[in-house]
């Protein structure tokens, strides 16, 4: 199937770029092809955010998107920053970046959903359920599109009785909205040597729930963050919790993925957030009625790859625009998906300008997607040294306006910075209430995640006997406990021996952990049959 354009990932910047593809085509009378390729089972399927959202890009995009009725409908009432211990709950004065007047607490699957429907009213194709399962190059090394995968191939790698084959979608460009840790573009960063001259990317977990709570305790429109308890101070990472309308709360916890401790689990620590006397009880007397996890880019400005290659380029959190400090992302998403339209709009149009957009990270420095990244680009990396300096470059960083003479760096991808076992204070977790902490197998069920079982795992490994070999002799299997959703398990015999690694598959919803945290690298993630993996309603 030939296009004009394709897009590989239905989420913010994928479909901003489609509907701006669009928009400059009928505006300018031209006839171009815009095909969008999602592997959830429906646009917004996948989509996790937490998320209060900031309008900027969206007002730029679809400037009358109240009358078209974008789902953003509690506006941002009132902002709320504490710093935990484990009795006590102190307020702290709300940074400059979290305040949010103006912005709206919404669910990013929803907006999803809506701006797939305004994509397919200007004329763009969208195939949700298909995966893009191999990028697909022309005889010179260019890009020409993706492959999606094939269906109906069974564990043993035959095909079945249900076998369809995958299709293969050529472009003249084509964008990566993958979000963050993308399977292609994983592979484009090494064929193309993206990452060549800049930061290692720095990620961290994102594990969320949403409530219905009692209307009593609702207060739609209240932002609260949490830094500090429960993780010790060497460890980044907070809480966010928002009151929603409909009686609903949205509330989650983000662990910085380049922690030490290979005994920390991400998962417990948000179970354990829930319990403190000041957060308790909001959820008592309520019910849970979804859960999920996805990574996120947090390198920020000095960790953006180069973003175009011949064939195509790179938009939204596949490269990395997550603006830390303010906890979104977003809106930058969308604006790197407008401005990447815009430059492939003009490419396309302008005659023999070879097969690379260069025009696009140009124009993306002139836009205030640039300047705002540039400001906050050394408060994530202040964190390194733990919370109370990274508290303290922070009020430097903010004050000054991002206007430091110098830029600080990340010095180590996430997988290096586990220490052994043995040099690791054990962390022991309290086992869940059933009121409001929780084991993962009953948050995996809300999840609505689903995969077709006869198929091959698309969590392999590239060494088999380096999970037990390595990762559990030195680090003590510490994929068990930063994967979310119980895909990884170690089972041994019934006196204790033959240890051996159990990849349940079915579970995975998809976050990306094990891709980034693995100690060894031995664990790659690539796309299961389209449509499997979480069906997120609302988050």
Known sequence: MEYDVLVVGAGPSGLSAAIRVKQLAHESGKDLSVCVIEKGSEVGAHLLSGAVF????????????????????TPAKEDRFLFLTETKAFRLPTPPQMHNTGNFIISLGNLGRWLG???????????????????LYDDKGAVKGVATGDMGIGKDGQPTHNYTPGVELH?????????????????????????????????????KELWEIDPAKANPGLIEHTIAWPMNPKTYGGSFLYHMEGNLVSVGFVVGLDYDNPHLSPFEEFQ???????????????????????????????????????????????????NVPKIKGNHTAMKSGIVAAEAVFEHLNGGDNGREVTEYPDRLKQSWLWDELYRVRNIRPGFQKGLWAGLANAAYETATWGKSPWTLHHKHPDHATLKKASEAPKIVYPKPDGTVSFDRLS?????????????????TLRDQETPIRMNL???????????????????????????????????????????????????????????????????
């Not at 354990?272 to 390198?299: D, M, N, Q, V, W």
């Not at 398990?489 to 693995?518: F, S």
Request: aromatic share 8%; hydrophobic share 35%.
């Open 54 to 73: 900031e309008p900027h890009a969206l007002d730029e995009l679809i400037p009358d998107w109240r009358d078209k009725g974008a789902p953003l409908n």
């Open 117 to 135: 429907q305004q994509a397919e009213e200007l004329g763009v194709e969208i195939y949700a359920g298909f995966a893009g399962a191999e990028v």
């Open 171 to 207: 472009a003249r460009q084509t964008l990566f909205a993958e979000g963050c840790r993308g399977s292609l573009t994983k592979t484009l960063m090494a064929k193309f040597n993206l990452r060549d001259g800049v930061d290692p990317q720095t990620y961290g977990i994102g594990i």
């Open 272 to 322: 354990r957030y829930k319990t403190h006397p000041a957060i308790r009880p909001t959820f008592e007397g309520g019910r849970r009625i979804a859960y999920g996890a996805r990574a996120l880019s947090e390198g920020g400005f000095q960790s953006i790859p180069k973003l175009t290659f011949p064939g195509g380029l790179l938009v939204g959190d596949a490269a990395g625009f997550l």
């Open 443 to 459: 948050s995996v069920y809300l999840s609505n995640t689903n995969h077709e079982e006869d198929q091959p795992a698309h969590l």
């Open 473 to 539: 002799a030195l680090y003590d299997a510490p994929e068990t406990r930063y994967c979310p959703a119980g895909v990884y398990e170690i089972v041994r015999n019934e006196d204790g021996t033959n240890p051996r690694l159990q990849i349940n598959a079915q579970n995975c919803v998809h976050c990306k952990t094990c891709d980034i945290k693995d100690p060894t690298q031995n664990i790659t993630w690539v796309v299961p049959e389209g449509g499997g993996g979480p069906n997120y309603p609302g988050m």
